[in-house]
């Protein structure tokens, strides 16, 4: 495979280099390192044991774990450049800046002589690299500060012998270790002789405190590749190219789990330019994220490729969801909703409750279908060869592209290579590879590498969509006014219906996304389920199901507040009650209750901080209610990925349009390493959150996507994306744990803006979205 680096590396630009690089240090052993004489720089003191609690979280129990071997994710050159290898994908958040920068700061390493490197999928190596679940700070934090604080130690180790002191009588300062005696050496000096050191264990390391930081917890450290995406240089999946390849696009099934009854490519092979048609073997879910099949087009260029699609005539057999229609199906889940469900969770006696209410308010809030529409489609470059399989795509987990695709290739993975590009945008969708699959088929039928690129159109039809949903919530009120019982039905299509035979249940992930975790302190509870089949592939989107569960329930204490003639915030304090850690077995939470996959007793749920960022958001926009004609405030709050966030939304008519103008936005997410990143998060969420308030949609009809592109599925542009976002984060030392950012600030943004239009108009919305019903 090293001839297509060498290639790559001669026409390419910074993504060449990485690749070269990260190929360079794997394949490094520790004792080639050791024999070296410039590499690297390892070694062990342990003269003190002041490191901190380590905790546990789930990223113990991922897929692969956790690896925190220095000898893994770090090199340094004799001219003492640093090299860091980053092993989760970056789309935005800052992974691939902030687990370096937190190694750098705990081995005392310079950042400007910093360089990261993109690890390969490769996960035996470097151990879980799913980039997903806003989970990459609150797994790997720890991991990091291992990796960087045995550098350190092992450095100052290897300085203390040459010199023959004490490790105590000398420090690891900005990229050097000085002794006391003022001697210096750097940390390239040091590379050959710290690999001769062995790697400290934990308990051995003297971690650096809070005030020691030089990086981590500042804010002042943007991302890596900042510049380059900046002024066009940074690289993504199409950026990508090796000499001789061929450029393919697919006309795949309009309906899922269809298939071609007949293809005439005759004038498709007509089109200059146009080399080969494929047929690619279709799949009917449960498929996981096998390729949806269809006819491929090869082509000299993407245009004609494209071109020759056009020229296709292809008659389709629709399969078994030819007659998927969104408004029929939306009636279905509406009326199961209405009828009891499958009891997740139970506590109290809320049948009696409702018996015996003084009133009973109910309502259903329902959500269509959404697609991810990153800003860069999917695209994949294969090249298969006798020797193996090599892959450069934009994917989020990168090892599950490789065992995939070397599935589907009858390979062993050990014999495909998956490099990883930058993502512009990724949201879930390319956590699944299925155009990588395809790139690799085609790569091994026309016997020369092959980009498979995804249109704008090709990715908004045939997408792993948000499930759709309808939620009903029902509240009993004594003669007081005081909730005594509380149902909530949720009705989706399940995204284990991708993986398995379809139960038409969701599971406890699912459910777990604020359904039965609704910390409400209330006696009387009941979470159902009712029965809902899929019809189209369902997959992760960013926040998943926490999405429809925030807008329905912060919508409804919305109603509520208004029936009972509350302020907003009083209504959710009231609901919320005192703070109190809750106990899921006391409040009826189910025993395989879900919390992100943490363990509970480090991550629980925490009411006080719940309530906490909602006063932080509505204090900050001043104001509740209505402002004046045509100008509402609207307040929510969720706890997501073990974060808790609220949101005041201020929402102004303008001629008929909605327009928010002011967003404050209150996060509690544990110890930020870098709140320059949470800000940023942040600011996303609140474009994204009122996008999907107000835009986005995907319908069905015959079991077709009726959208295409940006302008029949929509988002929030440029004239009317919220003017003023403002960002509030509760800081926390290290001890609080890292929780997640990427994903939380999203949920509560659609209730609190839904909440301010009513505040506004006195019109209340309960169908996602609602932009064009104003």
Known sequence: MLHFLKEIDAAAGPLAQSAAQAFRIEKLSRRAFMGGTAAFAIGAFASRADAFPKWPTGGETM????????????????DGTVTLVAHRSEMGTGSRTSLPMIMADEMEADWAKVKIVQAEGDEPKYGNQDTDGSRSLRHHIQMARKIGGSVRHMMRAAAA??????????????????????????????????????????????????????????GEVQITDLRDITVGKAVYGADVSLPGMKYAVIARPP??????????????????????????????????????GGVAVVASNTWAAMEGRNALEIEWDDGPHGGYDS??????????????GTVF???????????SAAKVLSQTYTQDHMAHAPMEPPVALASVTAEGCEIWAPVQSPYA????????????????????????????????????????????????????????????????YHTTSAERIEAALDDKGKVTAWRHNSVAPSILSTFAPDSGHQFMIESGMGHVDTPFDIANVSCENGEALA??????????????????????????????????????????????????????????????GEPYAEFPIETG????????????????????????IGLAVHRSFVSYVGCAARVKLVEGRITVPEVHLAIDCGFQANPERVESQLQGAAVMGMTLALHSSITYEKGRVQQSNYYDYDVVRSDNFPVNVVTHVVKHPFEVHSTGVGEPGVPPIAPAIANALFHATGVRKRSLPFGDMV
Do not use: C
């Open 63 to 78: 897929p692969h774990g956790l690896v925190d071997d220095p000898l893994v994710f770090v090199s340094i050159d004799a």
């Open 161 to 218: 012998a040459r010199w023959g002191i004490d490790p105590k009588d000398a420090r690891v300062e900005n990229h050097a270790v000085i002794a006391s005696k003022g001697d210096v050496l750097t940390f390239g000096d040091l590379a050959a002789d710290a690999m001769k050191q062995p790697v400290p264990a934990h308990e051995d390391i003297a971690y650096k405190t809070e005030a020691e930081f030089r990086y981590i917890g500042k």
């Open 255 to 292: 309906v899922v789990g269809g298939k071609v009854k007949s293809v005439n490519d005759r004038a498709a092979l007509a089109v200059p330019g146009v080399e080969s048609v494929h047929q690619i073997a279709g799949s009917i879910p449960p498929a996981k994220f096998a390729p949806l």
């Open 327 to 340: 408004a029929a199906y939306m009636a279905e889940l509406k009326a199961t909703a209405e009828k009891p």
């Open 345 to 355: 969770r139970k506590q109290g006696d809320p049948e009696a409750a409702f018996a």
């Open 401 to 464: 592209a490789r065992t995939d695709t070397a599935e589907a290739l009858g390979l062993d993975p050990s014999k495909v290579r998956v490099n990883v590009t930058l993502l512009g945008g990724g949201f879930g969708r390319k956590s699944k590879a299925d155009y990588v699959t395809e790139a690799a088929l085609l790569s091994r039928e026309v016997g020369a590498p092959v980009r498979v690129q995804w249109t704008r159109e090709d990715d908004i039809r045939h997408s792993f």
């Open 535 to 596: 019809h189209t592939r369902i997959g992760w989107f960013r926040s998943v199901s926490n999405i429809p569960r925030a807008w329905a329930i912060g919508s409804f204490v919305g109603e509520l507040a208004a029936e009972l003639g509350k302020d907003d915030r009083d209504m959710w304090l009231e609901l919320i009650g005192a703070p109190r850690t809750v106990d899921p077995k006391a409040e009826g939470y189910p025993e395989d209750f879900w919390d992100y």
């Open 609 to 632: 901080r719940l309530a906490n960022v909602l006063n932080i958001a509505a204090d900050a926009i001043g104001q509740s209610g209505r402002v004046v004609e045509g100008e509402g």
